[in-house]
């Protein structure tokens, strides 16, 4: 078998599809996503897992600021990701909702809200994208 | 089927199965834990999701943590957690190791390195925890 | 001369005054304050030095956290300040906007948005604010 | 008068200097510094301001990675400085021991440590800076 850093079946899922983590809509000033809190997102007491939020977070924002850049020959890359915690959720559904708060040529920054059924927020995230130029892709 | 927040068959995997995280060892002032970079703990790209950083470093300190203070009558639970994305890794295995900078009364602070197989710091994280007195178990 | 932590004479100013600092106005949910970019804010280079975004974060929601809770025999220090810059600054004034996103029993988080004189956001911060009862004062 | 955004006499100083912060020595792996608990660096309760450790943290590192990087024609400016509190302190001299973790070709990162007059750990930071191509300098 060679080796590859990608998939060589449909059967191996990569991270957001593991755990549930659904992008659903996204721009490049806003970006909206969910969980349902499902085993898979748990921690062993039955709360959510505070990496859960900061996943869907590094999700959420690393597509909306690739998806931005791209066209402009840039790559985006998460630098940092800080969740404060503020609020146990044991059932139902997580909803992100992201913010670009700053667009420079280097670093975009984004702040992520957390909120469950009854719309109390649950988690924030800010997030630091990194923008470089892409590499050269290589002629056939 | 009824509502539980709690697995109810052996296949409902929670977080740390799903994505692979291994907590290997723990005390009150160290941790070591693990992950192989399969697709499970990877973003579209091919490398490790900033994620997978977040959630095993969140695991191992929240382990340690409550393991420490529980024989106390306290609860220990996430409150912040920080991570900084310093190399992309696309294969191989990645490394935690957890120190405690901090023991306070009702805060613990701890910061995890993550090494990949050439030893190459690739994530930081500081991860602060809440100290709190359990509630009361109810009598039978 | 006894020790004492506390300032003997007017001439000793505390930080908010040696940099300028002005807190304008605040409540449990939001404050505002400013300072003027002067030689005493500014780093080598001429711009406002990082660490005068920081002090005028902490300062502000310090006072609007401490003042809210002190009425129910608690009392609110400072546990974590996150400062992410986002534009240099060299001349006219800072105005800070403090925003409160949780009020827990233990923990208060705000966020706070620093603009120049073009209404441009130039740093952001994140800070936890730690509620605990307050000892008890003695009797004469 | 004419506007300057430096100081146009000896008598206006720096944040550093407003403050006491004190530089002792640095190279490209490490950097040490301090100030005195003075009334300059203090909070209205008479402990030091939080705003205090973040300057000192963001002051020293900013000049460690910035004297490495310009003799390669680049400039280093602070992009985060992130500071967890953890002990007050009211007098006594706070000593800062900064070490690098990651020396990236566009961003470095280092742990800044503090303490106080009896080693104990105060406070810690993180501080992140951007290293960037220097604006090229015109001929005369």
Redesign the interface.
């Known amino acids: 078998m060679t080796?590859s850093?990608?998939?060589d079946t449909a059967s191996?899922?990569?991270?957001?599809q593991?755990?549930g983590l659904e992008l659903l809509e996204w721009d490049d000033e806003r970006a909206r996503g969910r969980f349902d809190?499902?085993?898979?997102?748990?921690?062993?007491f039955?709360?959510v897992?505070?990496?859960?939020y900061?996943?869907?977070?590094?999700?959420l924002v690393?597509v909306a600021t690739h998806t931005a850049v791209m066209s402009e020959g840039m790559l985006a890359?998460?630098?940092?990701?800080?969740?404060?915690?503020?609020?146990?959720v044991?059932?139902g559904t997580i909803t992100a909702d992201a913010r670009r708060?700053?667009r420079?040529r280097?670093?975009w920054?984004w702040?992520v809200d957390f909120r469950d059924d009854q719309d109390r927020?649950c988690a924030?995230t800010?997030v630091?994208m990194?923008v470089?130029p892409a590499p050269p892709t290589e002629a056939p």
């Open positions: 080796e850093p990608l998939p191996e899922q990569i991270l957001d593991v755990l809190v499902e085993n898979r997102v748990r921690q062993p039955g709360i897992h505070g990496g859960a900061a996943a869907l977070a590094e999700s690393s890359m998460g630098q940092a990701n800080s969740t404060s915690f503020l609020r146990p044991s059932s708060r700053h420079g280097t670093t920054v702040d927020l924030v800010r630091t990194a470089r």
